[in-house]
């Protein structure tokens, strides 16, 4: 991920409507699509419009972790770009890459 802008204005809205097709399937419902979206979008249950009232605990559980892997997380994964920055080799593999060019 070379723009964090792009990634906000591009990618994150077609990656919010992944995100909930996938939320639909584990059980959100009560709430529409739109509300959904602003919820994914701006701010968890609590920043956006959505009337939390009618949501159950899950439901805005599930709405503000999604927030938060959008947000967050996604662009953070998308920033590493390779193995050394996941933190998967080990040092000794470090060091015989190091060593063998």
Known sequence: ???EEWYHATL?????SWLLIWLRRTG???ISDDAAIRCLAGG?????????ATLSDKQAKMLNLGHDWLTY????VLRKISRVHFGLLSVPEMIAMQRDG
Do not use: F, I, Q, W
């Open 1 to 3: 991920l070379l723009s």
């Open 12 to 16: 994150k809205p077609l990656m919010g």
């Open 28 to 30: 959100l419902h009560d």
């Open 44 to 52: 968890g249950v609590e920043g956006s419009m959505a009337n939390s």
């Open 73 to 76: 997380l996604l662009p953070h």
